[in-house]
């Protein structure tokens, strides 16, 4: 493969650029630099979405969303070199930053067998990061940036401790392969079968039956075109490996999983209230678990690849890597460690904090009354229960309309009794809020445009709690063994539900609805690949062999009342006026 080397667009692009690999496999890279010659920064990303896959041709819907909605994004750049999820050059390269693009292992122009996640993905990743730093144009500091896949595995890869790793911004990623990605609560995610199809079309050998890269003409893919067959034996069969690791018990999922006690490297983690189902969770968790002691969060809204590309999204990430890339005087010293988008009905305010949580918050137990499906300040008196049919019906437990605004912020819980018909039960939760016309309120999510407050699973029979882990406000499950329920027999259950932020307007209501099946407030979604986001984003429980209709086809019978105090936990921020 021609390694070609061009200036244009005020930079030197080079295509193509041979990374070997420690078993001789060579990958390839694109490199975007200043032409001027020097050392320059890196920011770095390696993932399987094609380096020169044009995001106006294979994204076209999101793009045309997002520059409609923010012309920003398009202010500054020819935006001829703008890929899925990673930085646009044309917005780096002028202030002396190289970047660098590699396709990683069976993806793009690299060859090799494609295994997202591997542990052999990673230790490539950590090859290209020490490639980049001793090149002739670079500093030696390597910066990692990118959302989603590009985030995910920075989190795996700074476990490595690459020695010129110097600072990272894993924007919306998760970092936890089992409970944030593939099982929720130890409920399958069909979104990875979904998900694969998209990383099928960039497969590498999928060649001229592919894209080309409209700045060089090369198929993205390529360049050679190979058969169905062999194309399936290059690649691993995503969905089966799920489905073969039911239980989080075995190197599967810990070579795919951040290991945060040797994640010491400086980093942002940028997450996305919206982001219930993959992300956000992991953003919030590496936050607060990871050892490095220079680490922020900043938390926003909106669509999943808004902000990263918008005047807000680049100067915050800009003064981060000022600051540590370049060792410039960006201001990120006074960076409070915690910024937020507070989020409101129809608005978004930011807000500077300390910590995550925030200590100020008031826990407050709402309390499941049956009897009236509502909430109680205080533990309920009289024992009742109510059954709802799981795969049919739900229950919704409601407050009175708030008296006052409101703001709920941080990570959520509950505690439910149930018993179940069968030998377990799947509970899906669901934080909802109403105007006072008991119409839902509904936001755009990171993928999809109408998602709830948040939600969380859990299946009965992954109840077993690590006890050190664990937090009042974020139950941690072990997933490490089954235990089954006897039919009609009472379980105490606690159910991690994912942070989020809302300011409830007086009048409006919070709601939580308890069910055995995806939430689904409309049934003209909008389409993820195959299938339709309809409220759940792309973050289904339907893989009929993790739900047999015999098993979870079930009765659920939830019970309140004295000695069975089923609540809800909810994150109050006290009005500082």
Known sequence: MEHKIEEKDGMKIEWDVPIQMDDGLVLRADVFRPIKEGRYPIVLSYGPYAKGLSFQEAYSRQWNLMVSEHPDVERGSTNKYQTWEAVDPEKWVPDDYVCVRVDSRGAGRSPGKLDPFSKRETQDYYECIEWAAVQQWSSGKVGLSGISYYAMNQWQVASLQPPHLAAMIPWEGSSDWYRDATHHGGIVSTFWETWLPQILTVQHGVGENGSKNPNNGEYVAGPETLSQEELANNRVALGDEILAHPL????????????????????????????????????????????????????????????????????????????????????????????????????????????????????????????????????????????????????????????????????MASKLFISSSTEDADLFLTVRVFDPENSEIVFSGAMDPRTPISQGWLRASHRKLDPVKSEFYRPFHTHDEIEPLAPGDIYELDIEIWPSSIVIPAGYRLALTIGGKDYKNTNEGVRFHTKFMTGSGAYWHDDPVDRPESLFGNKITLYTGEGKDSYFLVPVIPNNN
Do not use: C
Not at 252 to 269: G, M, W
Not at 270 to 299: C, D, M, P, T
Not at 329 to 341: E, F, H, R
């Open 248 to 411: 989080e018990n075995d190197e599967y999922y810990k070579e795919r999983t951040a290991d945060f006690s040797k994640i010491t490297v400086p980093f942002l983690s940028a997450a996305n209230w919206g982001g219930i189902g993959l992300h956000s969770r992991g953003n919030f968790e590496a936050y607060g678990r990871a050892a490095s002691n220079q680490k922020w969060l900043e938390v926003h809204g909106l669509e999943h690849w808004t902000h990263f590309y918008t005047d807000y999204g680049i100067e915050i990430q800009k003064r981060f890597f000022d600051h540590f890339l370049k060792g410039e005087n960006s201001g990120w010293d006074k960076q409070a460690p915690v910024q937020l988008q507070v989020r409101g009905v129809d608005s978004f305010t930011q807000r500077e904090e300390q910590e995550w949580p925030l200590a100020r918050t008031d826990w407050k137990k709402f309390y499941l009354d049956s009897k009236n499906n509502g909430f109680s300040a205080n533990p309920v008196t009289e024992n009742d229960s109510v059954q709802y049919s799981a795969m049919e019906d739900e229950v919704t437990f409601s407050s009175e309309p708030f008296t006052e605004e409101t703001e709920v912020t941080g990570p």
